[in-house]
């Protein structure tokens, strides 16, 4: 049976993340008894407990659930918004139901995009990992192929493209991301049961509490340390996601604000982010900070935007490529910023134009093309 630390205090009381039926009402009346709390009508839903949203959840993914009440649940808890507690419960319950093993690293960084991926620009995404890599960083992307609301371009439709296996189960790309540097591993692997809701999922159109939580999943752990980045969009989220993460069992936390809530930063703008080492203070808003880079106050746009004559995964591939064999450019911009923000939030000392010399280094003596390249074998 898994625990997971309590987020209140911080301190590690352990909780059952796996519930059983025993002494418990029924699962039918317990998801009548939610779906009746939370969709009352225009701002009268009741908020449910930890407990109720943990095992609603946890049903769902049992298919114990009726699929009309799965999709009333997940919107209406929506429309109510989530509270704290509702996003803890759910995400406790897709903890239970997710493979997770620790690798023979001792730090693993889990890099969370989005899983419904991009459509207006060029993603440089799927090729941080391989930076990384060479700067000696392990880290792991986990998605899928396809999921709405976007069904955008993601890493794993970029992989696929280049040639890359994204269908390792979790050990065997545990043992790729130990061997070469980094890995990804799909959701069908490590949490099918949430895999298996993707359909339904489709069919409710918009985003759900799911669109948030999966992000947080954690498939592969080092042996000292885990540590998330993760992009966001609305101001609401960073306060969430940190909270989560800590509970989940992340130890270093860096959020930034993306393009398309993505992992790399609008080239035009100041750099906006949260970092937090080790402990979840009370007041996540108020550790957020404002960096000028080198691009802000000169690049002409936020991203490379996206093509629409051309297939939009082979226009991330190609540009990607060309990037990691040193060519220059708007797209390369974008994956320096990403990447030398991510060192410096690992390395204080590291100052963000020596983190962008690192980058570009290992980008011109293709050392980070070397690291994609060991993925084919």
Same mark, same amino acid.
């Given at each position: 049976?898994?625990?997971? $630390?309590?987020? %209140?205090? /911080?301190? !590690?009381?352990? +909780?059952? *993340?796996?519930?059983?039926?025993? /002494?418990?009402? %029924?699962?039918?009346?317990?998801?009548?008894?939610?779906?009746?709390?939370?969709?009352?009508?225009?701002?009268?839903?009741?908020?449910?407990?930890?407990?109720?949203?943990?095992?609603?959840?946890?049903?769902?993914?049992?298919?114990?659930?009726?699929?009309?009440?799965?999709? +009333?649940?997940?919107?209406?808890?929506?429309?109510?918004? @989530?509270?704290?507690?509702?996003?803890?419960?759910?995400?406790?319950?897709?903890?239970?139901?997710?493979?997770? +093993?620790?690798?023979?690293?001792?730090?693993?960084?889990?890099?969370?995009?989005?899983?419904?991926?991009?459509?207006?620009?060029?993603?440089?995404?799927?090729?941080?990992?391989?930076?990384?890599?060479?700067?000696? #960083?392990?880290?792991?992307?986990?998605?899928?192929?396809? *999921?709405?609301?976007?069904?955008?371009?993601?890493? /794993?439709?970029?992989?696929? #493209?280049?040639?890359?296996?994204?269908?390792?189960?979790? @050990?065997?790309?545990?043992?790729?991301? @130990? %061997?070469?540097?980094? =890995?990804?591993?799909?959701?069908?692997?490590?949490?099918?049961? !949430?895999?298996?809701?993707?359909?339904?999922?489709?069919?409710?159109?918009?985003?759900?509490?799911?669109?948030?939580?999966?992000?947080?999943?954690?498939?592969?752990?080092?042996?000292?340390?885990?540590?998330?980045?993760?992009? &966001?969009?609305?101001?609401? &989220?960073?306060?969430?996601?940190?909270?989560?993460?800590?509970?989940?069992?992340?130890?270093? *936390?860096?959020?930034?604000?993306?393009?398309?809530?993505?992992?790399?930063?609008?080239? /035009?703008? $100041? !750099?906006?982010?949260?970092?937090?080492?080790?402990? =979840?203070? @009370?007041?996540?808003?108020?550790?957020?900070?404002?960096?000028?880079? $080198?691009?802000?106050?000169?690049?002409? =746009?936020?991203?490379?935007?996206?093509?629409?004559?051309?297939?939009?995964?082979?226009?991330?591939?190609?540009?990607?490529?060309?990037?990691?064999?040193?060519?220059?450019?708007?797209?390369?911009?974008? !994956?320096?910023?990403?990447?030398?923000?991510?060192?410096?939030?690992?390395?204080?000392?590291?100052?963000?134009?020596?983190?962008?010399?690192?980058?570009?280094? =290992?980008?011109?003596?293709?050392?980070?093309?070397?690291?994609?390249?060991?993925?084919?074998?």
């Amino acid at each position: 049976m898994a625990s997971l $630390p309590a987020l %209140s205090t /911080n301190k !590690l009381l352990l +909780i059952d *993340v796996n519930p059983t039926k025993e /002494n418990d009402p %029924s699962i039918d009346h317990i998801v009548r008894s939610a779906i009746q709390d939370i969709a009352v009508g225009p701002d009268r839903g009741r908020d449910i407990s930890r407990d109720a949203a943990q095992k609603v959840m946890h049903a769902v993914l049992k298919k114990q659930v009726d699929e009309v009440q799965v999709g +009333i649940f997940l919107i209406a808890l929506r429309m109510k918004r @989530e509270t704290l507690n509702e996003f803890t419960g759910l995400y406790s319950a897709l903890l239970s139901e997710t493979e997770s +093993i620790v690798s023979n690293v001792q730090t693993v960084v889990s890099l969370a995009d989005p899983f419904d991926g991009y459509l207006r620009n060029v993603t440089m995404t799927p090729f941080i990992p391989a930076v990384l890599a060479a700067n000696g #960083l392990h880290s792991v992307i986990h998605g899928v192929n396809s *999921v709405g609301p976007k069904h955008g371009v993601t890493a /794993n439709k970029v992989y696929k #493209l280049a040639g890359i296996d994204t269908g390792l189960s979790v @050990e065997r790309a545990a043992k790729k991301m @130990e %061997s070469v540097g980094f =890995c990804y591993v799909d959701q069908s692997l490590y949490s099918p049961s !949430l895999y298996a809701l993707q359909d339904l999922r489709h069919r409710i159109v918009k985003r759900s509490a799911l669109t948030t939580l999966e992000r947080l999943l954690i498939p592969i752990r080092g042996q000292s340390h885990t540590r998330l980045v993760l992009g &966001y969009v609305h101001k609401a &989220y960073p306060d969430i996601y940190t909270r989560l993460a800590f509970e989940g069992g992340f130890d270093h *936390v860096l959020l930034l604000k993306g393009v398309e809530g993505g992992l790399a930063p609008a080239l /035009n703008k $100041p !750099l906006r982010r949260f970092v937090f080492d080790g402990v =979840c203070p @009370e007041d996540v808003d108020s550790n957020k900070s404002v960096l000028d880079t $080198p691009f802000s106050g000169s690049a002409s =746009c936020a991203a490379l935007p996206m093509q629409q004559d051309q297939d939009m995964v082979e226009q991330c591939l190609e540009r990607g490529l060309e990037v990691l064999k040193g060519h220059s450019g708007v797209a390369r911009d974008s !994956l320096s910023l990403a990447c030398a923000q991510i060192l410096t939030a690992y390395d204080i000392q590291l100052s963000f134009n020596q983190a962008l010399e690192k980058v570009n280094a =290992c980008l011109d003596n293709g050392a980070a093309l070397e690291r994609f390249q060991a993925q084919l074998q």
